[in-house]
């Protein structure tokens, strides 16, 4: 649910990332700091409406999944009434990530989300175990630690803002912008959303699908997908710099620039994703005895990794890919074809669960899909390429 909260995030990020870039690349600054502020008025917006269908309503969410055991069951509904309840937070920084990264400066969303991070990983075992005078809060203190991170990086990112004087020469987040800012935001910014949310929900679906195994191969599956983060946010952060590169210098019409960031993005991601599948297929045991112990958690890990890693550096392109045909406002294309595809998981998965692989089929219809998305997201740049730019 909290993967499922960030399509709201991501219509208002993506929408203002890429008019504030496509305003900043023609010379327009001011236009620029209207859509920044529009960008983040909506932001409030939809996680004030996210946090509190959360926090009155985790148990019917949780209820979705048909869990197994009556503790688990609470502890995930205590943990999205905490982590989602408060979600603003998460919206805040991804939105502001965005804005500043489509003026250049990825600077700053590094060193404060990295400070983020660091903070969250020295917070979780003190509210998880009860380190010290705090008490033992089990899931919720992971939560609980994870919302202060974020609450923390909101914190200095609008420390950071208040010296940007470009987009944010007076912040002044109560004061409304004009309709057709949020317009051109909402109309940039849906489809990203509505392939988010369907993205999101193909995958709580895909979960339903793996609680037939029990609970031990859902946590596996959810750890296996953190360790996976490794080259899909490396990909992300690649994507995010891309759409900005991409915006500014389309609304220069610099297309020859936007051709050889391309490349570049490319190259890099095609090898960082080749060294996690060799890693993934080859060392899948040790990774996953990093946090399973038991055999047969660490059995259905080792089996995801190898299967998953075959794609990784097609979904690492198909990404990056993304980020750039978003740069151009080609969103709609975009979540047509994801759509399309990663929808065809939950057949897929169906299909090979039902010829004898098992829990294997699901994580081979995930790894299929993907491969076929890296593919037909570099054909359909490279069509765009000679099509749009020129």
């Not at 151009?328 to 929808?343: A, P």
Request: with cysteine; net charge positive; glycine share 10%.
């Amino acid at each position: 649910y909290p993967w499922f909260s960030q399509g709201f995030a991501i219509l208002a990020r993506t929408g203002g990332q890429v008019k504030t870039a496509h305003c900043l690349g023609a010379g327009e600054n001011d236009s620029a700091a209207q859509y920044a502020r529009g960008a983040l008025q909506l932001g409030i917006l939809f996680a004030v409406l996210y946090g509190l269908v959360s926090l009155f309503g985790a148990s019917r969410l949780i209820g979705f999944f048909k869990l197994n055991s009556p503790e688990v069951i609470a502890q995930a509904e205590w943990y999205v009434r905490i982590a989602c309840g408060l979600v603003i937070f998460s919206y805040l920084n991804a939105i502001l990530t965005g804005l500043l990264t489509a003026a250049g400066n990825s600077r700053t969303p590094f060193i404060v989300n990295v400070a983020g991070l660091v903070f969250n990983v020295v917070l979780d075992p003190v509210l998880i175990f009860g380190i010290g005078p705090f008490p033992e809060l089990g899931v919720s203190g992971a939560a609980a630690a994870t919302v202060t991170a974020q609450a923390l990086v909101s914190l200095l990112f609008f420390k950071a803002v208040l010296r940007e004087k470009v987009l944010f020469p007076h912040l002044r987040l109560w004061v409304l912008v004009p309709v057709k800012v949020w317009r051109e935001i909402v109309r940039i910014g849906v489809p990203s959303a509505v392939q988010n949310l369907i993205y999101a929900g193909i995958s709580m679906i895909l979960t339903r699908l793996i609680t037939g195994w029990g609970d031990l191969a859902v946590a596996a599956q959810r750890v296996g997908s953190q360790i996976e983060s490794v080259s899909w946010n490396t990909a992300d952060g690649f994507a995010s710099a891309l759409n900005a590169f991409t915006a500014q210098n389309f609304g220069a019409k610099k297309y020859d620039r936007i051709r050889q960031g391309y490349r570049i993005s490319f190259g890099i991601l095609t090898i960082w994703g080749l060294i996690i599948t060799v890693a993934f297929v080859l060392l899948p045991r040790p990774i996953s005895g990093l946090f399973f112990h038991d055999p047969e958690s660490l059995g259905i890990s080792v089996n995801y990794l190898i299967i998953i890693g075959f794609s990784e550096a097609f979904m690492a392109i198909e990404l990056m890919t993304i980020g750039a045909l978003s740069g151009l406002g080609m969103t709609k294309l975009c979540s047509i074809i994801s759509i399309i595809l990663t929808g065809s998981r939950i057949p897929l998965a169906m299909l090979l669960t039902h010829v004898g692989m098992g829990l294997d089929g699901i994580w081979w219809a995930l790894s299929l899909t993907s491969i076929v998305k890296g593919i037909i997201f570099t054909l359909t740049f490279r069509q765009t390429s000679r099509t749009k730019l020129n």
